[in-house]
């Protein structure tokens, strides 16, 4: 996408019509799916040397958690992807690694399980007063709930070795968790 794209996706500028939004719209839509289809070309085309120097030259030089939050984002939007449309996620990621594996000659067997739980500020808040640690995730959704000020949310993370031991770090988005 563009710079002006991202702006756009994280609200940072206004467009000066609903035509231009509508066409802005349209344009990140057709280069997700353009995107989408790159993924085969690259997969089978792109030169092992090439990739390393994206990932182990680029990716590897990113600041702090970026490239994790970058890779972890990358396969969280494949992994809603997959609830649009008929495929199974545990299939695709199958598939996905056994492609992988197949250049070094490897099969892989793939073993996902995946298990819900519903989240809730009162669930969540009850874990932090009871000194119970809380998850990047978790936070997250307090930090995007309306139930909770930010000052209340706060006070529970002030004391920074407090809050280390109130934070189990499973680095899942934590710059949403800036407050």
Avoid at 17 to 32: G, K, L, Y
Avoid at 54 to 69: I, L, P, Q, Y
Avoid at 93 to 119: C, H, M, P, W, Y
């Amino acid at each position: 996408m563009s710079e002006a794209d991202r702006a756009y996706l994280r609200g940072e500028s206004d467009l000066a019509s609903t035509q231009s939004e509508r066409n802005t719209r349209a344009r990140i839509r057709d280069r997700i799916f353009d995107a989408l289809l790159d993924f085969e070309l690259l997969v089978e085309h792109l030169s092992e040397h090439d990739r390393e120097l994206v990932f182990e030259k680029r990716v590897e030089n990113m600041e702090g958690a970026e490239a994790f939050d970058a890779l972890v984002s990358a396969v969280s939007f494949l992994y809603r992807a997959t609830t649009d449309t008929s495929l199974e996620f545990e299939t695709v990621l199958n598939e996905a690694i056994n492609v992988a594996e197949a250049k070094d000659g490897r099969v892989a067997t793939v073993r996902l399980d995946t298990t819900f739980q519903s989240l809730t500020v009162e669930q969540l808040v009850h874990k932090l007063e009871s000194g119970e640690t809380l998850s990047l995730t978790e936070i997250a959704y307090l930090h995007d709930s309306d139930e909770v000020r930010m000052d209340e949310l706060a006070r529970y993370f002030r004391d920074s070795d407090e809050a280390t031991s109130k934070i189990d770090d499973g680095r899942i988005q934590s710059k949403v968790t800036n407050f």
